[in-house]
């Protein structure tokens, strides 16, 4: 499920590569990365009644009235009426879009790899490049894009002054043996280097303490947390995690929980 909703984010970023008109590259330029969405949470339906919609290059953007409120969607190309009524498919929230084609900026947006309309899930305009393009063979391409950017640990953060927890293990220990902790709850003393909320609905962390200077260990979560806070955190062990794309972690601390 990691992978296609990764997917469903990429497309939006990729889909407009073959568009021959200005407007269409411009657009491609516009398309977020996954790692973009800021701090706070999107209007919470992802269904509703079409207000309006506007479309622009391979895209069309929806005004929504949800039972939440009015929010703004992306889909790939697609004729929608207004007065519809529709539910997005495979939607990730973004926050702050800049859309140049529209000369608009959503101070939230909802990107979505298609739409189900009126209960029938609707056809993309042609030349408009499916959802789930990686099943295409002939469509499977890398994306140009820097994933170890995402994945980098930030080396200039300090933690030296970051003991062990009592009863706790420490990052060095994790990463030096993930094979023994594989699918474990495991209790850490860490400091938060990096926050990413909001990517594929969960919060990502990178954590660093005193057992690692040049490494971290990368953790998801449903709770908030400050860059710089030392924090006592419980959660569980993956490892070979490949989320696609070059999104790889030998080790990944799930459902991480403040004790």
Known sequence: MKKVTLIVTLFFMFAGCNAESPKGKEAQKEMPAP??????APAASYGGTVVSTKDASNYTYLEIKGKDG????AVPQTKVATGASVELIGPIPMKNFDAKVLGKKFETIIFAGGVMVNGKQAEAAAGTAPANSASNPQQQKEP????SAHMKADTAADASDVKKAEGGVTIAEVLANPASFKDKKVL????VTKFLPEIMK?????LKD??????????TSAEQFKVGDVVL???IVKTNQDLG???KYDVLIEEVVKK
């Open 245 to 247: 794309f070059g999104y």
């Open 202 to 206: 969960k919060n990502w962390l990178h």
């Open 35 to 40: 790692s973009m969405p800021a701090q706070g």
């Open 144 to 147: 140009a894009i820097d994933a």
């Open 188 to 191: 850490l003393r860490t400091k």
């Open 210 to 219: 005193a057992s690692v200077k040049e490494k971290d260990i990368v953790a």
């Open 233 to 235: 955190i419980e959660g």
């Open 70 to 73: 009015v929010f703004w969607a």
